[in-house]
Nanobody
Framework: QVQLVESGGGAVQAGGSLRLSCVAS????????MAWYRQTPGKQRELVAA???????NYSDSVKGRFTISRDNTKNMVHLQMASLNVEDTGVYYC?????????WGQGTQVTVSP
């Protein structure tokens, strides 16, 4: 069974930083793409950052310049370095991996930014 497990969430004050990590297990082949999404109650889950297998990245406008997605080239692991956090960054962050027709989701990790 393929599992994605996120870690690194927590509570920080505005202006602080967090580094989220996600590791995929139970899959022998490298995931083609990995991404981070976040969701706040009452809002649609939104794409925060994505990375293709080749390393191309995409960020939502709200996090550009503050968040950095990175991948380990030898294993199915992805990180999200978050800096200059705002209260609006609060939410549950989900890791997603994709290969072929399959999408895999982590359980989410809570990020809470206090003013």
């Amino acid at each position: 069974q393929v599992q994605l497990v996120e870690s690194g969430g927590g509570a920080v004050q505005a202006g602080g930083s967090l580094r989220l990590s996600c590791v995929a297990s139970g899959i022998s082949d490298r995931l083609y793409s990995m991404a981070w999404y976040r969701q706040t109650p009452g809002k649609q889950r939104e794409l925060v950052a994505a990375s293709t297998n080749s390393g191309a990245t995409n960020y939502s406008d709200s996090v550009k310049g503050r968040f950095t997605i990175s991948r380990d080239n030898t294993k199915n692991m992805v990180h999200l370095q978050m800096a200059s956090l705002n209260v609006e960054d609060t939410g549950v962050y989900y890791c997603k991996g994709a290969r072929g027709i399959y999408n895999y989701w982590g359980q989410g990790t809570q990020v809470t930014v206090s003013p």
